[in-house]
């Protein structure tokens, strides 16, 4: 499940015996796996809390819609009408109203198509926060929901963990990526924080 109040998903921890919760921008790398399509599973590289990296199976309607309230299960005290309700119904209202609007959980800057994309927790490749810990900015290669193509975004953790809540502006690699040559993660986290990218600053993209 996702906890829509602390914005983490449950996953298992082989660890701590059970589950623990961990937010997109823990994420590390993401892969669809090959074969699996009814429903897509999605193979997940997460740091976890015990101070691990940890991989985990997830299906596409988890990844992408629980964070939107359609699955969740959890309560909250409704303050206007004094009953517990399912927080489920009221964040997929909320989503209902948001995509209405044409507005969407998250966006990414599509180097290829210079413009803002939709873009979902299955859309993202690597993950690698500047330092591991703190509210600094996270590199994201990010698989554009339009075309398919591949931009490095630079955003900060709510960015990422937060439906809805998008960065004012969002730092981006002015370089088009091949997912290939891209792997291993070291080598990602390597030329995004420490090699020759070129990081530009998009102003105004939410
Ligand atoms: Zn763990
Ligand atoms: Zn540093
Ligand atoms: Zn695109």
Request: net charge negative.
């Amino acid at each position: 499940m996702f906890d829509a109040i602390r914005n983490r998903y449950a996953l298992t921890c082989p660890e701590q015996a059970g589950t623990t919760w961990v937010a997109v921008s823990a994420f590390r790398r993401v892969r669809r796996l090959r074969g699996a399509t009814a429903p897509a599973v999605f193979r997940v590289d997460f740091d976890c809390e015990c101070g691990q990296r940890h991989e985990t199976l997830v299906s596409h309607d988890r990844l992408d819609r629980e964070p939107l309230g359609s699955e969740s299960t959890g309560t909250y005290m409704n303050l206007l009408t004094g009953r517990r309700e399912l927080v489920a119904t009221e964040f997929a209202d909320q989503a209902t109203d948001q995509l209405r609007k044409g507005n969407w959980p998250w966006t990414f800057w599509c180097h290829p198509e210079s413009a803002i994309r939709p873009g979902f927790p299955s859309s993202l490749r690597f993950v690698t926060p500047e330092h591991e810990h703190g509210d600094q900015r996270v590199g994201v290669l990010v698989r554009c929901f339009h075309c398919a193509r591949h931009t490095v975004n630079i955003v900060s953790r709510d960015h990422l963990d937060v439906p809805w809540h998008a960065d004012p502006a969002i730092e981006f690699v002015a370089q088009v990526f091949d997912g290939d040559q891209l792997e291993p993660e070291e080598r990602f986290r390597h030329q995004l924080w420490e090699g020759p990218s070129r990081v530009q600053w998009l102003a105004d993209a939410g």
